[in-house]
C-alpha cells in the first residue's frame, strides 16, 4: 500500500534532550511537509522540502531541523532549543498540482 | 495573523441534515483551497477541494462554494450521517510549485446526531 509512515506514535522526551521524528513515504512523491498540531488550534507548518537536499523553513521553524537525504523520507529534529515540543506532529507529501496526503502523526510529550 | 478563519468551533446537526461549514481567508495570494476531515490522534483524511478559479466543486455528498470576491468558502454536507461527525479543516494554499504548503484554520467540531 503507498502512504505516508510515521514513527514512532508516541514519543517523550526528557527537558534538554533532542528527540527524531521519521518520516518516510512510497508515494513518490517530491515534496514533503512537517506540521504541528496544539490542541484547539490549526496545523501549523514547520519545514518543508521540495526536493532532495533541499529544505525551507515554515511559519515556526525555531527549535527544530530537517534533512533530505533520500527522496522517501524527512525526519524532524526537536531539538532542545524548542520551548514547548509538547504537541502532535504530522507529516505529509505531495506531488504537482495534487493534495496533500498525511501520516497517522506522532504525539511527542516532554517529561 | 490567521491568514485562514474558521469562525465556528463546533457544529450540530441532525442526521439527514444539511452541514455547512464556513471558512475566511486574507491572503489574496492563495490560489488552492481544501477540506480536510480529522479525527482524534490521527492524520487529517482529504476531502474535497477547489481552484481559484472556480466557485463550486461536486463529490457525492460533498460541495465546496468559493467566493473570491468575499476570501470565503464553504463546505456542504448533505445529507449529514453520524460518520461525518470528525473536526473540519480549511486549509489554502499557494499553487504553483508549493500544493502542499498549507495554511489551515483552527478546525470546526461536526457533530451528527442520529
Known amino acids: 500500500d503507498g502512504g505516508i509512515t510515521q514513527s514512532p506514535k508516541y514519543l517523550f522526551r526528557k527537558e534538554g534532550q533532542n528527540v527524531t521524528l521519521s518520516c518516510e513515504q512510497n508515494l513518490n512523491h517530491d515534496a514533503m511537509y512537517w506540521y504541528r498540531q496544539d490542541p484547539g488550534q490549526g496545523l501549523r507548518l514547520i519545514y518543508y522540502?521540495?526536493?532532495?537536499?533541499?529544505?525551507q523553513k515554515g511559519d515556526i521553524a525555531e527549535g527544530y531541523s530537517v534533512s533530505r537525504e533520500k527522496k522517501e523520507s524527512f525526519p524532524l529534529t526537536v531539538t532542545s532549543a524548542q520551548k514547548n515540543p509538547t504537541a502532535f506532529y504530522l507529516c505529509?507529501?505531495?506531488?504537482?498540482?495534487?493534495?496533500?496526503?498525511f501520516g497517522q502523526g506522532t504525539r511527542l510529550t516532554v517529561v | 495573523d490567521q491568514q485562514v478563519k474558521q469562525n465556528s468551533p463546533s457544529l450540530s446537526v441532525q442526521e439527514g441534515r444539511i452541514s455547512i461549514l464556513n471558512c475566511d481567508y486574507t491572503?489574496?495570494?492563495?490560489?488552492?483551497f481544501l477540506w480536510y476531515k480529522k479525527y482524534p490522534a490521527e492524520g487529517p483524511t482529504f476531502l474535497i477541494s477547489?481552484?481559484?478559479?472556480?466557485d463550486k466543486n461536486e463529490d457525492g455528498r460533498f460541495t465546496v462554494f468559493l467566493n473570491k470576491s468575499a476570501k470565503h468558502l464553504s463546505l456542504h454536507i448533505v445529507p449529514s450521517q453520524p460518520g461525518d461527525s470528525a473536526v473540519y479543516f480549511c486549509?489554502?494554499?499557494?499553487?504553483?510549485?508549493?500544493?502542499?504548503?498549507?495554511?489551515f484554520g483552527q478546525g470546526t467540531i461536526l457533530t451528527v446526531h442520529p
Open positions: 477547489i481552484s481559484s478559479i472556480k
Open positions: 486549509a489554502a494554499s499557494p499553487g504553483g510549485t508549493s500544493y502542499g504548503k498549507l495554511t
Open positions: 522540502s521540495q526536493i532532495v537536499n533541499d529544505f
Open positions: 491572503n489574496s495570494m492563495f490560489d488552492y
Open positions: 505529509a507529501s505531495s506531488e504537482g498540482a495534487g493534495e496533500a496526503f
